[in-house]
């Protein structure tokens, strides 16, 4: 029902809106609604992550899938799943994309989130993944800018960053799952 909650909440802003009306007249409820639901600007197309996660592979890294636990080397495809899928929270942020079995993330993840169980095991993968984005100087940087924007993190994690982005993306996965009610797995 949170589809159904978000749009009439989307709807009912717009319409307070438009009756509020700016002086100069340019809160029209088609402004506010584009307003409301605008694609943010750093979502970009994944063939930069896919890339640089190719290139971990080819140099021997191996992931495994958070989920399955299913090893995810050179000649085996993976996706780069969302932790938080696009439906939920629509962000290409390299906190939030992990290589993972495809089967299981289009067949079963889907757009869900993972449950508490889920994210307590799929901690060291996690980990293990954050620790080898930071292995190269462009996933580093990238890594980096992206948690910067998105959590509040002391300065003095430098040693164990990788553990602590960890816990704040498993704290704010299940803080979104709480808030929104979405459907977990």
Request: charged share 20%; hydrophobic share 40%; glycine share 2%.
């Amino acid at each position: 029902m949170t589809l159904w909650i978000e749009a009439l909440c989307l709807h009912e802003w717009c319409l307070l809106s438009e009756a509020v009306q700016l002086a100069d007249g340019t809160a029209d409820r088609g402004t506010i609604y584009r307003l409301l639901t605008a694609r943010p600007d750093n979502r970009r197309p994944l063939t930069w992550e896919r890339h640089q996660i190719d290139l971990l592979l080819l140099e021997g890294m191996i992931f495994t899938c958070p989920w399955t636990q299913k090893t995810l080397t050179q000649h085996r495809p993976y996706d780069l799943d969302h932790l938080i899928p696009i439906a939920v929270y629509p962000t290409n942020e390299l906190w939030n994309l992990i290589p993972s079995d495809p089967a299981f993330n289009q067949h079963t993840k889907r757009d869900r989130l993972p449950s508490a169980a889920t994210l307590a095991r799929a901690q060291p993968q996690l980990i293990l993944a954050y620790r080898q984005y930071d292995t190269t100087q462009r996933l580093q940087r990238a890594l980096h800018e992206d948690v910067a924007l998105r959590f509040s993190l002391p300065t003095s994690v430098a040693n164990h960053f990788p553990e602590t982005v960890t816990t704040a993306v498993l704290s704010f996965i299940e803080q979104l799952a709480l808030a929104r009610n979405s459907p977990r797995f």
